[in-house]
């Protein structure tokens, strides 16, 4: 060591590490350290070596104090490279600055700008993001790398037209990666393409048989896409491969609700809030505030996700906003998805407090709502498509609790309890963990706003229903749907034969076809099957007058589509089911005292379904008392965290 310079250290700690002995070559650099403790090239090699001998943390830190505005352009590239190469993402907040002086040079090369808009992208900052992945191509137009990772910023966001034109200039060798033709499949989905999307997932499968996440997002589509004895078969794989310790990554465990696989759901949860968790730093825990410390009123809620606008969750909180009592809560609206629909504008006006966080990344976001120093924020999005929990992972506020959008586990330490009421909690399973906040009455409201109740009721003949039937409806999206409940149905109609089935919801043209043919296989003449058109809310509760009975789903209800048919006057037939997604319907029907609306098995739901029709009592619980309950829910909530 005496006679030897940096150069050659340098050298000798290179081929080590070319030889695959990094801790060698680790051991050389900091032997280096310390007979030349300030050199900076021994000490940015050793930040480097750290990273490849598995201590990122340490070297992202070491990193940090290494670079500057001044440090040679192969320095800063070398350092996002390796920011970029751990799985972790040590080092992310400070790789950002690494590529703003990186990119802000005369000298800066396509490749530099990729590697920023990386950075940024996974930050979650995808407008800038795109910013500078568009820079890249123009420097080298076909530089594919940067069309794949154009494509992902672009269907992150919902961009999924332009999206596909990016994934359409990626080469072979991205065509040759299974996550290629994985993400390319959920543009292909987002664009009304579901055939093409079965079978670039297909195409991911072949490339690698044990691609859990492929292969559960394939069950999911063939779910919704009614192709249930494929589905059948790529259920029984994933349970093998569960068994055998397979793992997902990048999956949902929303996928495993709506391809019925409940073994999956609890791993993927877990898997999922990890990766939610990866790389993310807390925030300071909110100051005890004004409320906490006297006990005393208004309570600041946050109601929070990408579902405050149309949609099913947004329809159920436009009913309940306007009920809140401002002597007791202090409502703030968090849209992390901002549309301009009109439910949007309802529940605007509902909130005394309005924040869009749709532009901000996943920090920026974090620390707005860390300082408006809620009581409870309410994530009404959960880990479904337009939910943001990577937000809730910087812990914003001191409680944070799950309300409607995701009714499942979510196995994350950022979350302190799930909304439910105690019919839906009478069955959970077995290894049920986490904490309960109960409504006393039912986890849904009892009805939609009445003001949605203006449209005038068309007749029977605009609707295509025969003038003498007794209609049964039901308007659940397709992948609620499977062959087990079509063949229940089927019965009721076999043994009441002036019935008809009023079927719609979300699904494809071709997945609604697969499901009338079901019906038929199962002996149900084409005439007594009527197809309906999507409408806009009022209209849609107007024209759900004309029907006599609302047939819910399971082994998952219906939920905020429940509330709808309740709303127009419908007595609804459900089955309690297991779990909180099994007796969302059946809970409102036990909350409104109509005990003759709820079955435990499927013979008793078909003689329920064939039972003389009556008229919902209406004198039930109002909108108002239901508020009134769910704010006391929220103080008692609140005030228990606290002790």
Known sequence: MADISIEQLLSQAQ???????PEQALQQVEQGLKRWPQDETLRFWQALLLYQCG???????????????????????????????????HGLSQAVQWGQWLTGRVSAQALDWYMHGCVLARLDAHAEAEQALLQALQRQ????????????????????????????ACGPLEAQQPWFHYNHALSLQACGRPDQAIQALRQALELDAGFLDA?????????????????????????EQLEAGTRADNTSPYSADVALLPQAQHRLACAWSERVLSGVEFLNTPRATTTEQSGQSPLRIGYFGGDLNLSAVGSLLAAVLPWHDPARVEVYGLSTHVTGDAME????????????????????????????????????????????????????????????????????PFMDALVADAFCA?????????????????????????DWLTEPVPDRRALDLPQGARVLASFNAVYKLHPSLLRAWARILQQDPDSVLWLGGAGSPAAWRRVHDALQQAGV???????????????????????????DTFPYNGGAS?????????????????????????????????TNGVAETVEAYIMAALEIHREVTTATLSLADWTRAWEACLFTGHLAAGR
């Open 55 to 89: 201590r990122a943390q340490q070297g992202a830190a070491m990193l940090e104090d290494c670079l500057r505005a001044q440090s040679p352009e192969d320095w800063l590239r070398a350092g996002l490279q390796q920011v970029l190469a751990d799985p972790a993402l």
């Open 525 to 551: 003449a084409p005439s007594r099957l009527i197809a309906a058109e999507s409408l806009p809310l009022g209209a849609h509760l107007a024209r759900l007058k004309q029907a006599d009975l609302w047939l």
């Open 562 to 594: 429940v509330v709808a048919a309740r709303t127009a006057g419908l007595p609804v037939r459900s089955l309690a089911g297991e779990g909180l997604l099994g007796r969302m319907s059946a809970a409102l029907n036990q909350a409104a005292g109509q």
């Open 215 to 239: 292969r559960l997002r394939l069950a999911e589509l063939l779910a919704r896409e009614a192709r249930w004895a494929a589905l059948e078969r790529e259920r029984a794989v994933i349970v």
């Open 426 to 450: 009478r069955k959970l399973p077995a290894d049920w963990d986490e904490p309960l906040w109960l409504h006393p009455h039912s986890l849904l409201p009892p009805r939609l706003d009445p």
């Open 141 to 168: 137009a076909g530089f594919t790398q940067a069309h794949y990772e154009l494509a992902l910023c672009l269907h992150r966001q919902h961009r999924e037209a332009e999206a596909l034109e990016h994934f359409a």
């Open 345 to 412: 504008a309802r529940i605007r006006a509902a909130c005394h407090h309005w924040l869009d966080l749709s532009a901000l990344n996943d920090r920026q976001a974090a620390e707005r709502i860390q300082a408006l120093e809620l009581d409870v924020l309410l994530d009404v999005s959960g880990y479904t498509r337009r939910g943001r929990p990577r937000i809730l992972a910087h812990r914003p506020a001191r409680l944070q609790v799950g309300l409607w959008g995701y009714l499942n586990r979510h196995c994350a």
């Open 15 to 21: 081929q080590a590490l070319n030889q695959g002995r």
